[in-house]
């Protein structure tokens, strides 16, 4: 995951360094350019779900090529900052959660102090399983499943080079099977896709060229 996360950050700030000249400079004044102009950005975020419902905050980052200021493409990463603490069979059981995948998303009107933002994230899911008194090294790790996460926001314009950006928006889960079997006091229960669809609150910041 911090492979993962590193790979990311990486994209984004190799896309601000190789962002294209905007201007031509063969004329006696520079003008701009009408064809594609390619930035990127980078950043962090944290984001408030939850699970079989209870609540799980998740904290992560990604960053994406942003094309004419409006349309950007990139990828992601979060992982659980607190369980979600969840019971089966009269057991208590934490869920450790992890994601990563593609984010793609367009903004209404780069350049303004507040910009919408519509957005999704599609990836694969890792959930890990542990009793309460479990140590890290006792979870039970399962991948379990594919999720998307379409949200809408806004963006807020704090810096010309950052950006605050809060969303909202719906977890669909599919393919989702996570059982509690191979833990200590085992239970024939499982979560599935149910159990892990649901509202998404979430805050990022983020740096770069827009």
Same mark, same amino acid.
């Given at each position: 995951m911090k492979r993962f996360m590193l790979a990311i950050t990486c994209l984004g700030l190799t896309f601000q360094t190789v962002a294209q000249d905007y201007y031509d400079t063969t004329q006696p004044s520079p003008r701009k350019r009408t064809g594609l102009s390619v930035t990127g950005f980078s950043g962090g975020m944290m984001e408030l779900s939850r699970v079989k419902g209870n609540s799980l905050l998740?904290? +992560?980052g990604g960053g994406a090529a942003l094309f004419n200021k409006r349309f950007f493409v990139g990828g992601f990463g979060q992982r659980t900052l607190n369980p979600a603490t969840v019971r089966a069979n009269n057991q208590a059981y934490n869920l450790h959660f992890t994601t990563g995948g593609l984010w793609a998303g367009y903004l209404s009107k780069p350049g303004r102090l507040l910009t919408f933002q519509v957005d999704t994230r599609l990836g694969w899911t890792r959930t890990g399983v542990s009793n309460t008194t479990s140590s890290a090294n006792e979870r039970f790790y399962v991948y379990s499943g594919f999720m998307a996460t379409p949200t809408a926001g806004v963006q807020i314009n704090v810096a010309p080079f950052a950006r605050i950006n809060l969303s909202g928006g719906y977890r669909f889960a599919t393919n989702v099977d996570v059982p509690f079997s191979n833990m200590p006091g085992s239970s024939p229960e499982r979560l599935g896709n149910a159990d892990f669809n649901g509202a #998404? +609150? $979430?805050? $990022? #910041?983020?740096? +770069?060229?827009?």
């Open positions: 998740t904290a +992560g #998404v +609150g $979430s805050i $990022s #910041v983020i740096f +770069g060229s827009f």
